[in-house]
């Protein structure tokens, strides 16, 4: 996989991908992460990459001429041009999943007001956004998404089972995990997963991911039922977890 990120910090970003599941990754020649500055395009002696917006108001925008041509470098036939703008989608799990299914992308950190609009008309395919807040710049934003869709790929994770068992694979909150010691501080690990017994195992541990996918992101359990009920199954697990979190929590 191939990823192009336009930026204005290319060395903040070449330290933050050399570490962990991503810098591994990268080392094994899974993806490669290549970094293009838009100051290289400037036609002025101070590399000038901004401007005040026109119409007043604060802060400044990203200027036209440099920032296209940066993105027209960056870019490579079939590759996604996608900017990261706090008006984007949301991006989640499905979308690392279909950005992972592909070659390559190109990513775009604009900084302050964004860019030119003309450029995001002209050179952007698709906006993204991690969230409902603001980040100075697009560089962690950047960061976020490629970290998640490069342990995605084939033989980034020591085991793959790690990418198919965790938050929103399934459309739920993942179920707690536990360690060695099976005491500490006087809180035990759960009985049932010291008991060797894989399907009790299973069942609990589903039964934990359904009932707090419901108490912290009921919205999940809503779109994996398209607006039908929960399986049987998972209705029983939920109605068992309540009941036996309303026993702890009077108990």
């Not at 099976?182 to 997963?193: A, H, I, S, T, Y």
């Not at 991911?209 to 199954?233: H, K, Y």
Request: hydrophobic residues 40%; proline residues 5%.
């Amino acid at each position: 996989m191939r990823i192009a990120l336009v930026t204005l910090f290319p060395e903040l970003v070449r330290s933050a991908v050399a570490h962990g599941v991503l810098g591994r990754a990268l080392q094994r020649g899974l993806a490669s992460v290549e970094c293009v500055d838009p100051r290289q395009w400037a036609t002025d002696a101070h590399r000038t990459v901004d401007d005040r917006p026109y119409g007043g108001g604060p802060g400044m925008v990203g200027t036209p001429g440099p920032w296209a041509a940066a993105i027209d470098a960056a870019a490579a036939e079939g590759l996604p041009r996608i900017h990261l703008s706090a008006q984007g989608e949301r991006f989640d799990q499905a979308m690392a999943r279909q950005f992972a299914a592909g070659p390559g992308l190109v990513l775009v950190a604009s900084r302050y007001e964004g860019l030119d609009q003309r450029v995001i008309e002209s050179r952007i395919d698709r906006e993204v956004s991690l969230g409902d807040f603001v980040l100075s710049g697009g560089e962690f934003a950047a960061l976020a998404i490629i970290d998640a869709v490069v342990r995605l790929l084939p033989g980034a994770l020591g085991d793959e089972r790690s990418s198919e068992e965790e938050s929103f694979t399934a459309g739920r909150l993942d179920w707690p995990h536990y360690t060695r010691p099976v005491e500490w501080e006087g809180r035990k690990v759960p009985d049932v997963l010291q008991g060797g017994n894989h399907a009790h195992i299973r069942r609990w541990r589903l039964k934990q991911s359904i009932g707090r996918t419901w108490l912290r992101r009921p919205d999940l359990l809503q779109a994996l039922g398209s607006g039908r009920a929960l399986s049987a199954e998972d209705d029983a697990l939920l109605q068992e977890y309540l009941a036996e979190r309303e026993v702890k929590d009077n108990g």
